[in-house]
C-alpha cells in the first residue's frame, strides 16, 4: 500500500525475480566452470548470461517496477518505461486468459495508432469509456490495440481487474 490514503500501490512479487536470478546465477556460474575446462566460444554464453543476471537484478532493486492507482488515474513504472493513464481515457479491465498467464487488458485513447492521421475519423475512435468489456476478449485483443499490464503483481488477473474497475467507476462517478 501506498503512504497517500488516496492512493493504492502494487509491487511485484519477488518470488519470480529470485527463482530468475537464482537460475541465472547458476547457469553463469556453470557456464563459467565450464569455459574454463572447455571452449573459448562459451564464455560468449557466460556474458551473455550475465547481462540477463544484471537485467533481472536492476528489475528486481525496491521502487523500479509497481503499478499506482489514485484518483486521477494510474501509473506503470518498468524499469524501462513509466507510462501514466488518467481513468477518463481507459475502458473497463478485464483478465484475459493467455496460454500461460492472464493479463489485465484494456483499452485507452493513448494505445499506438490513436494519434495516427484517420484516427479521428467516425468510427475509427476508441468506445465510449462507459460501455461494458466484452467478458473475455481473445488474446488477439492484446496484440490487435488493446494494453495490458505488464504483470499482475502478485495477485490474481480478475482480482486486480475487479479493484481498477472500482477504481476507475469511483473517479468518474
Given at each position: 500500500m501506498g503512504a497517500?490514503?488516496?492512493?493504492?500501490?502494487?509491487?511485484?512479487?519477488?518470488?519470480?525475480?529470485l527463482?530468475?536470478?537464482?537460475?541465472l546465477?547458476?547457469?553463469?556460474?556453470?557456464?563459467?566452470v565450464g569455459?574454463?575446462?572447455?571452449?573459448?566460444?562459451?564464455?560468449?554464453?557466460v556474458?551473455?548470461?550475465?547481462?540477463g543476471?544484471?537485467?533481472?537484478?536492476f528489475?528486481?532493486?525496491?521502487?523500479?517496477?509497481?503499478?499506482?492507482l489514485?484518483?486521477?488515474?494510474f501509473?506503470?513504472?518498468?524499469?524501462?518505461?513509466a507510462r501514466?493513464?488518467?481513468?477518463a481515457?481507459?475502458?473497463?479491465f478485464v483478465a484475459v486468459?493467455?496460454s500461460?498467464a492472464a493479463v489485465?487488458?484494456?483499452?485507452?485513447?493513448?494505445?499506438?495508432g490513436?494519434?495516427?492521421?484517420g484516427a479521428d475519423l467516425p468510427?475509427?475512435?476508441?468506445?465510449p469509456p462507459?460501455?461494458?468489456p466484452?467478458?473475455?476478449p481473445p488474446?488477439?485483443?492484446i496484440?490487435?490495440?488493446?494494453e495490458?499490464?505488464?504483470?499482475t503483481y502478485?495477485?490474481d488477473?480478475?482480482?486486480?481487474a475487479a479493484t481498477?474497475n472500482?477504481w476507475?467507476?469511483?473517479a468518474l462517478?
Amino acid at each position: 500500500m501506498g503512504a497517500d490514503p488516496d492512493s493504492l500501490t502494487f509491487r511485484p512479487d519477488r518470488r519470480g525475480t529470485l527463482i530468475a536470478l537464482a537460475i541465472l546465477g547458476a547457469m553463469t556460474v556453470g557456464l563459467a566452470v565450464g569455459a574454463a575446462v572447455y571452449h573459448w566460444l562459451i564464455w560468449i554464453l557466460v556474458v551473455a548470461s550475465a547481462c540477463g543476471l544484471a537485467t533481472v537484478g536492476f528489475a528486481a532493486l525496491p521502487g523500479r517496477s509497481y503499478l499506482r492507482l489514485d484518483p486521477q488515474g494510474f501509473d506503470i513504472k518498468t524499469p524501462l518505461r513509466a507510462r501514466r493513464f488518467a481513468w477518463a481515457d481507459v475502458t473497463p479491465f478485464v483478465a484475459v486468459p493467455l496460454s500461460y498467464a492472464a493479463v489485465v487488458a484494456f483499452r485507452s485513447r493513448s494505445a499506438p495508432g490513436a494519434d495516427l492521421p484517420g484516427a479521428d475519423l467516425p468510427g475509427a475512435d476508441l468506445p465510449p469509456p462507459d460501455l461494458p468489456p466484452t467478458p473475455k476478449p481473445p488474446a488477439a485483443d492484446i496484440a490487435a490495440g488493446a494494453e495490458a499490464l505488464p504483470q499482475t503483481y502478485g495477485h490474481d488477473a480478475e482480482d486486480l481487474a475487479a479493484t481498477m474497475n472500482r477504481w476507475r467507476e469511483r473517479a468518474l462517478g
